[in-house]
Nanobody
Framework: QVQVVESGGGLVQAGGSLRLSCAAS????????MGWFRQAPGKEREFVAA????????YYGDSVKGRFTISRDNAKNTVFLQMISLESEDTAVYYC?????????????????WGQGTQVTVSS
């Protein structure tokens, strides 16, 4: 089992920035990648970014490329999502997830462990 806990959400003005953190604990040695997803009211869960633990290879959703950066601290089993130039369309609950299976990282169904989510609200 892997436990995942997000933090760092909040209210920010458009154009501002936030950094989300995701701490993983438990049987993390078998984790292949960590991902960030978001879900706005009435919308499907959307892929934001992912990073593989061993190589640090990063993946991004089209809507956040160039504005969001995912990184990891292996020693602390923590993943970060730095968000800049935030827009009102970025308002959502942001979820961190862990996957132990090798392969694709862009679909929610590929992840086995999820956090409770953290709210990000961007005011215009």
């Amino acid at each position: 089992q892997v436990q995942v806990v997000e933090s760092g959400g909040g209210l920010v003005q458009a154009g501002g920035s936030l950094r989300l953190s995701c701490a993983a604990s438990g049987r993390t040695f078998g984790t292949y990648a960590m991902g960030w997803f978001r879900q706005a009211p009435g919308k499907e869960r959307e892929f934001v970014a992912a990073i593989t633990w061993s190589t640090g290879t990063a993946y991004y959703g089209d809507s956040v490329k160039g504005r969001f950066t995912i990184s990891r601290d292996n020693a602390k089993n923590t993943v970060f999502l730095q968000m800049i130039s935030l827009e009102s369309e970025d308002t959502a609950v942001y979820y961190c997830a862990a996957k132990i299976t090798v392969g694709g990282v862009r679909w929610p169904s590929e992840y086995q462990y999820w956090g409770q989510g953290t709210q990000v609200t961007v005011s215009s």
